[in-house]
């Protein structure tokens, strides 16, 4: 169990900020100092353990009468595993300019809206899983993950079984496992718009196998490389 007096300054900020919604953003506004790619180097000042930021989406702190609880973080560096998989999150989480040291698992959970912008992310895990409104990843360099259960080649984003009730927005976003699955998303359920503007590229093959997309999807054409 965590203790509040175990925090650091930005996890206390982030602690305190998330029964009302708050966002906590540590950028410093000097864009070559927020530059995502160099986020491996930020220090402590920037640094959030995703251990508090799943002990908060299962409910460690409190929600305040009168607020919407929610997790908004920009500008931090996300030590250790995001790991959520067989979560039932009740919460929106909202990331934006974010470094993640490790990947994001998310098997089988059920989530409300998961927003991962502009961020730097080596691989996300959502087989089976379940979002309940629109999952967001602009921006965004995702990689290939370092293994994955279901996969039995590299994957960077696996959505297989998986069911979206939104929209999935992957503008200007950046997928990456070059020789093996930029998308695993067979099976993928998804009820609302795919969007794929701006920009976005997929390193590798795009499997969509079974999935079931609606006709409304708005798409661009992939770039492969």
Request: glycine share 14%; aromatic share 6%; charged share 20%.
């Amino acid at each position: 169990m965590l203790s509040y007096d175990e925090l650091t300054s930005p996890e206390r900020e982030l602690w305190d900020g998330f029964p009302e919604g708050r966002c906590v953003d540590l950028r410093t506004g000097v864009p070559e100092d927020d530059r995502v790619a160099g986020g491996g180097r930020w220090g402590p000042e920037r640094t959030v353990r995703a251990a508090v930021i799943v002990a908060l989406l299962l409910g460690a702190n409190t929600t305040q009468p009168g607020a919407v609880a929610g997790l908004r973080l920009a500008g931090a560096r996300i030590s250790g595993r995001l790991n959520l998989a067989g979560a039932r999150i009740a919460y929106a989480l909202w990331l934006e300019d974010c470094w993640f040291e490790e990947s994001v698992d998310l098997l089988g959970a059920s989530t409300q809206t998961l927003v991962i912008t502009g961020s730097h992310v080596p691989g996300i895990e959502a087989y089976s899983a379940c979002v309940e409104g629109t999952l967001d990843l602009r921006r965004s360099v995702v990689q290939s993950l370092a293994s994955s259960p279901f996969n039995h080649v590299r994957t960077a984003l696996s959505l297989s079984d998986a069911r979206v009730t939104g929209g999935m927005l992957l503008n200007g976003t950046e997928i990456s496992a070059p020789g093996g699955w930029a998308v695993a998303a067979g099976g993928l359920v998804m009820e609302g718009g795919v969007t794929c503007r701006g920009g976005f590229v997929a390193r590798g093959e795009v499997r969509l196998l079974g999935a079931q997309l609606p006709g409304r999807k708005i798409s661009s054409p992939v770039r492969r490389s």
